[in-house]
């Protein structure tokens, strides 16, 4: 038969689980702001029978502790979808930047200003004017001033995309530090959980490593591999160690060519990383790919422009009857001894945009003459006007060249812009899901407080009915001896 | 079913969202653009360069159209000098011609038609914003000169044939000069020159009146070709001004189109605008409402 004294044992362990249940519930009230704080539920256990004479009683209920409420699976596709979501999200920030260069002329005067496609026709116009009279100054100082301003602007557009790309360049190589420290964190809670909780949930230092690696998969693109004993193996998308238990391995960054490239002990990873996603890989993508992509055709476009435009001056008469010293279309080589060039002519694709600039001084020296005519002759200034409809630029007119290039950059921002709204879009979606699985809501936790301090209060009565009793007991009926 | 606690911070987003929708709303309506970058529109981005440059090539070509018609007309009234001097010429030669003239007339004649020569001389030199428009391309040399030296006196050309064109926006050439020798050879059968020469040198030294009448019908001969070589610059003037329209009228509709590619709708933005401040309205009742109590209220 069970004893009075038993019940208040098993009385005592009730109040005990119960003070412990009202704890955890307080410490979820307390982190209910915390980021990345998993919500802790108490778990009660009923102690082991004892059995007396045959006849089995329960011998109450006790606390084993808080547990928290976490769905890995979960928690591993929001980091999978914040690395795709930060680095689209970096990139787009380039690509606006970028785009912010090339700023769609809408046609009025102020909006004209710096667009490199009025440029261009306004260039090519110039030489229609001088068709008109070939002897006119103004007009010849036209061809130079639009000359100018293309120049200008194409080189001012390319200085500025040098310019973002160093800043991405700087950006990345900043991300080398926090990366580290991070990777750092994580290897020393893998060996904290490991020596606390190898077979369960470590609770908080579990809260610490998730949000570490959180962070961590918005810079850069990671793998994560459970090991056995609660441990946690990080790579990079690519498949190089980052951490492995409780030992870590540091990014290192150095300048190649002038770009920040980044490595794994002596492994350039720079490459694997701009593919892996992650704000790095964002940066990364828009300094290799983009921004060198949109310098690439401004550079076709510098050098296309600058030599067609320089080989025709050259091939015709100046205005004081100098010849050039190139050849003509019918095969005729001009017997000057100075080139009649324009702009500075180009000696490679790469870097023409930066280096455009105009090299002619005098407007006299605009070839309006075909080679042996005199300077009323405006037909050289026709073959120029007409570079404006020619295929010179990787077979298409400058003009078509341009808006193909505009139209290009566009939908590149549009197509990330869309990707990284779904992104965005799924990362929500997952972080509802896990908030309304891990995040403490107060309203539970109140009824979660209102149930045990009820259970926390009948167990209090039960203790005085069983004072009263082992009073009784003792007293043998007197109830003044005893109370 | 566990919601998620933090629903009123994912409201707040959807309140940021339409807060970015209305600022670009409102750029679109300050600009009058619809397109403000290119990723706006990347299509109609690229469109409207295209457009622009046609619109401005076009546009050029109108200024320079107006530009060479003005050399133009003074080359046509130049040679529309020439013909009525020639047809005054050929008058006088034709009435001297009846053989009824002395020798001091014949004189007085030949010194008339000299006169005449110089002054179509003197127009074959015409001048356009100090351009000789009769030169070729030596523009800056007088063309025509007359040397006395012999009997009759020779015309020498000093200009070239290089032939000036100007190109429309789409492709055509148009003829913007004659060289000289075209409307006025120094010799030949069409001279207009030489047979004013062989006219002048005929009645200063009494030819016969079958020598000064065949070389006054070469003079008329002349004068037709002269009226034919006329025709082409008429045709030039005729054809720069229907491109300058073309080109004009085709500026007007590449505008239009690049005003409606390009330009904001407004009412549809307002409209937009409005539902968006609608919906911004709706949030914040929301937030407002949600954001308030919860069960802890209610414990005592």
């Not at chain 1, 029978?49 to 109450?60: A, K, L, M």
């Not at chain 1, 785009?99 to 667009?115: H, L, M, R």
């Not at chain 1, 609660?230 to 190089?240: I, V």
């Not at chain 2, 014949?106 to 002054?119: F, K, P, T, V």
Request: with cysteine.
């Amino acid at each position: 038969m069970a004893t009075i004294s038993s019940a208040f044992d098993l009385i005592a362990s009730a109040l005990d689980a119960d003070q412990s249940a009202l704890s955890i519930v307080a410490n979820n009230v307390a982190n209910a702001n915390t980021a990345g704080y998993t919500r802790e539920v108490p778990n009660w256990q009923e102690n082991a029978p004892i059995e007396i004479d045959g006849v089995s009683y329960g011998t109450g209920v006790t606390q084993t502790g808080p547990t928290s409420v976490r769905d890995a699976v979960l928690e591993e596709r929001l980091t999978q979808q914040q690395q795709l979501a930060s680095a689209s999200s970096a990139r787009l920030t380039a690509l606006n930047a970028l785009q912010a260069v090339f700023p769609p002329d809408s046609g009025s005067s102020s909006s004209t200003a710096g667009d490199i496609g009025s440029d261009l026709t306004g260039f090519f116009d110039s030489f229609s004017s001088l068709e008109a009279n070939p002897t006119d100054n103004a007009l010849r100082q036209q061809v130079l001033s639009t000359a100018s301003t293309l120049a200008g602007d194409i080189s001012n557009a390319a200085a500025n995309l040098n310019s973002q790309r160093s800043a991405l360049d700087q950006e990345a190589s900043s991300v080398t530090g926090q990366v580290n420290s991070l990777i750092n964190s994580i290897a020393q809670l893998n060996q904290q959980i490991q020596s606390t909780s190898a077979n369960s949930d470590a609770g908080t230092l579990e809260d610490q490593r998730n949000q570490d690696i959180s962070q961590l998969s918005q810079l850069v693109g990671i793998n994560q591999i459970t090991t056995d004993v609660n441990g946690l193996s990080l790579t990079t998308t690519s498949g190089q160690l980052l951490v492995s238990g409780e030992s870590s391995q540091q990014l290192t960054s150095g300048v190649v060519n002038g770009a920040t490239h980044f490595y794994l002990g002596e492994v350039d990873i720079t490459s694997q990383l701009e593919i892996g996603g992650g704000q790095l890989g964002g940066d990364l993508t828009a300094r290799d790919q983009d921004i060198p992509n949109a310098l690439a055709s401004l550079d076709q476009l510098a050098y296309s422009v600058a030599t067609t435009v320089n080989a025709q001056n050259n091939a015709g008469t100046d205005l004081d009857g100098n010849e050039g010293t190139g050849t003509n279309a019918n095969g005729v080589a001009g017997t000057g001894s100075t080139p009649l060039y324009i702009f500075t002519e180009p000696a490679q694709i790469t870097g023409s945009a930066l280096a455009m600039s105009v090299v002619m001084t005098d407007p006299n020296q605009i070839a309006a003459a075909s080679f042996g005519n005199q300077n009323g002759d405006a037909s050289n200034a026709v073959l120029m006007a007409n570079l404006a409809s020619q295929m010179t630029v990787q077979g298409q007119t400058p003009s078509n060249y341009y808006a193909q290039f505009v139209s290009q950059l566009g939908s590149t921002v549009s197509e990330v812009q869309n990707e990284n709204t779904a992104q965005n879009a799924s990362v929500t979606q997952l972080q509802t899901q896990i908030s309304s699985t891990s995040s403490v809501n107060l309203n539970d936790e109140a009824a979660s407080l209102q149930q045990f301090e009820r259970s926390y209060q009948a167990a209090s009565e039960v203790f005085t009915v069983l004072n009263t009793v082992m009073a009784s007991a003792l007293n043998l009926g007197v109830q003044t001896a005893v109370s | 079913m566990r919601v998620d606690p933090f629903y009123v911070t994912n409201l707040a987003a959807s309140l940021d969202q339409t807060q970015s929708t209305e600022q670009q709303l409102t750029a679109e309506l300050s600009s009058g653009a619809a397109i403000n970058s290119l990723s706006d529109n990347p299509v109609a981005a690229g469109e409207n360069a295209l457009l622009l440059n046609q619109i401005q090539r076009d546009d050029s070509f109108t200024q320079s159209s107006g530009l060479v018609q003005g050399q133009l007309q003074v080359a046509d009234s130049a040679m529309g000098g020439v013909v009525t001097q020639l047809t005054q010429a050929i008058s006088i030669a034709t009435g001297a011609n009846n053989g009824t003239l002395n020798t001091s007339q014949l004189q007085s004649i030949s010194n008339q038609l000299a006169g005449i020569r110089d002054e179509v001389v003197s127009l074959a030199n015409t001048s356009y914003q100090g351009q000789y428009i009769f030169g070729g391309s030596q523009t800056s040399a007088m063309p025509f000169t007359i040397s006395s030296s012999t009997t009759p006196s020779t015309a020498t050309y000093n200009g070239d044939q290089v032939v000036n064109y100007l190109e429309t926006p789409n492709g055509q050439r148009i003829q913007l000069n004659l060289p000289g020798t075209q409307i006025f050879p120094t010799s030949g059968s069409d001279s207009a020159l030489q047979a004013l020469n062989n006219l002048i040198a005929d009645y200063a030294n009494g030819a016969s009146v079958q020598t000064s009448t065949s070389d006054t019908e070469a003079l008329n001969t002349a004068l037709n070709f002269i009226s034919q070589q006329r025709v082409t610059l008429d045709n030039s003037l005729t054809r720069l001004t229907a491109a300058s329209n073309a080109a004009t009228s085709e500026k007007t509709q590449l505008t239009a189109a690049q005003t409606n590619l390009m330009q904001a709708d407004l009412p549809q933005i307002s409209t937009q605008l409005s539902l968006c401040e609608s919906q911004q309205t709706a949030l914040e009742d929301v937030i407002a409402q949600l954001g308030s109590g919860s069960l802890f209220d209610k414990l005592s």
